[in-house]
């Protein structure tokens, strides 16, 4: 029955991964072509010396490569997005539901799919971009890429594309708003663009290789925790919920807690003043509270109104 | 056997159903009846696991299916307002079933399909109301599925379309080897289909009716007297569904022979039996409890 199953979801998902592979494969060829444009014909290799190091690597000023480029975690943050979201506003989950499968043996399943289609369409692309580098590589320069460059990329690009799947497959298991959805995962997108620009700077002392292994591991392990944490809310996932901003009333709260944390801690941390804290602790408060807790608010002020 | 055992259900500190118990064998065409927003929907989620109960149990030949999901695949359910069918062609719609349902009969869906003039190529969600109806009623009955539950079918449907599917169902159940529970508000759609009504309540079952018990019993007469008085004879022991100037008609839910001595020795002008319906015998039991359309 699991093959059945796996052929179920298949039957759901297999345009979107067609479709997104077909999109993936045309931007990766866009990105290759106008890495090639940047190439300057003053090396005799397309690589810098890095690639024989274990680092993330880093464009030369001698021409730019997409090694392990960063559409790839883009399309893993919105296929982490949109396979959730989807089969919830879709209806699919309810007859997922009441298939027979497993709940766990669903979640898993359909996780596993979306992973290895997402690795799928990486390496699909990423092969297309190798061939467009291979066969623009000028008169004169060699291909010299190495394998500690090549992994530590890959891998490193892999996390990252993993945990943003991971936030917004679980921000999607939770959220039952498309729209409220999406400006959710893209705020924490963005906060976390902001964030990791300030452990940069705290880590300025720490070895470069020692940050990214760090960093990986770290991604690794909130992606790792969000899975998880989804597959145990998948199992108690009930849709008289569907179209409420939670689709788990009983994570309003800890939600609100962590959200005013989180803001309090994101405005104040590059300031040695008071006040940023105060006043993001008392914004975040109020502005959680009423988007948290609108629903029965709203109820309340008509209940008022219509009195 | 599927049984249903104490299901709860809660949504926003609302109990929508409590308690609800009953028995469903195969061959048994069993009618769910109540008023709009009552809970029958939310019972069909409830135990199709959309919803999680908040207590309680459905069993499937004795198997759990919180615990034991696999004996699902015995029940079918197309939640009408919510289901997964729109963007897809009516041709592609097995290709999801036949995965779940093993017994799924493609051959036979697609005869279906063909007898009802519903085109393949059509996008369920391009279809019209009735057309809807048909193409669930089909992948119900092509499912193979031994428990299957209807809401609302008739809903909004033409005549001929109503009997198509009452027919289906009549002749589905024949062999006894499946069973239908069809929930409807209207209680004369279920009029000749149903041999069992369960009426729910206060979001509770608050009866269990074995229609042919109920039948053999009750009468629904139409009377004349000289007199204006209702006699006390009716007013104790009938119930009163119409009046039309001194044309009365009342049903007897215990019509026994004492009952119609007593009425002939009030020389009545017109003593004449008429066709009783599923609604008479509700009002019948009920009174006014119903809620249906009494004052039609």
Known sequence: MTKNLSRLLWRRYRQWFWALLGISVLAGIAIALMDT??????????????????????????????LFSYWFVFIAWLSGLLLMMQDLKGNFNQFLFASGYPRQRIYWTKLGMALTGLLAIDVVTALVQYLIYWLKLPHGMSFNLALPGFLTTWLSGLVLALVMFAICWFAALIVGQSGALVITVCGFTLSLVGLNTFFQGETILMATRDVEWLAMGLWLLAAVVLLVWGSFLFSRLSLEHDGEYLMFPRLRIPLYLVFVAYITFIFSINSGEWQPTVISFTVAAIFGYLWLWRPQLIEKWRQRRGN | MLRVSKLTKQIDHRQIIEDVSFDWQPGEIVGLVGRNGVGKTTLFRTMTRQYLADAGQVLIDQHDLGAEPAAQRQLFFIDTQYNFLGNYRLRDLPDFYALVYTQFDRDRYTQLLTRFKLNGQDQYRRLSKGMRALVNLILALTSNATYIILDEPFDGLDV??????????????????????????????????????????????AHDYNLEDVRAKAKKMQLVFKDKEIPQVLKTHSKLIRVSGRVLVVVFPDYTPELDDQLRALNPVLLEELPLTLEDLFRANLSQDTGYQLLK
């Open chain 2, 160 to 205: 001929i379309v109503r009997e198509n599917i009452a027919s289906m169902v009549i002749d589905e159940v024949a062999d006894q080897t499946k069973g239908f529970l069809i929930s409807s508000h209207d209680l004369n759609e279920l009029d000749g289909l149903s041999d069992r009504v369960l009426l729910l309540k206060d979001n509770r079952l």
């Open chain 1, 37 to 66: 444009e940047s190439w300057s014909h003053h090396s005799s290799v397309l690589f810098s010396d890095q690639i024989d190091q274990w680092l993330v690597y880093q464009n030369s000023k001698y021409g730019s490569v997409s």
